[in-house]
Nanobody, 118 residues
Framework: QVQLVESGGGLVQAGGSLRLSCAAS????????MGWFRQAPGKQRELVAF???????MYADSVKGRFTISSDNAKNTVYLQMNSLKPEDTGVYYC????????????WGQGTQVTVSS
């Protein structure tokens, strides 16, 4: 069993930055891969980025070059640094584990709202 707690969402203007955090209840080194999904109003949930315990990283094409995912194993925490935010980045961001080949695992965080105004 893993509990995931997100923080860091908010309201920001286009071009601004936010950093999301996802704290896991146990060592993320043993979780294989953790990452972020997001869901915009009226749209399906989509993969944003994930990082494996070995340090491999994958990003959705829509966020490449703007978002950076990282992990701090000592704090059992995964971060998503979001720069150059666009209105289309608006949505609820969910932390998830364990991610396998981009498919979400059974553990979800509660979600954190990100709103980017134009």
């Amino acid at each position: 069993q893993v509990q995931l707690v997100e923080s860091g969402g908010g309201l920001v203007q286009a071009g601004g930055s936010l950093r999301l955090s996802c704290a896991a209840s146990r060592s993320i080194f043993s979780i294989n891969a953790m990452g972020w999904f997001r869901q915009a109003p009226g749209k399906q949930r989509e993969l944003v980025a994930f990082i494996t315990s070995g340090g491999n990283i994958m990003y959705a094409d829509s966020v490449k070059g703007r978002f950076t995912i990282s992990s701090d194993n000592a704090k059992n925490t995964v971060y998503l640094q979001m720069n150059s935010l666009k209105p289309e980045d608006t949505g609820v961001y969910y932390c998830n584990a364990p991610i396998l080949l981009g498919i979400p695992g059974r553990y979800w965080g509660q979600g954190t709202q990100v709103t980017v105004s134009s």
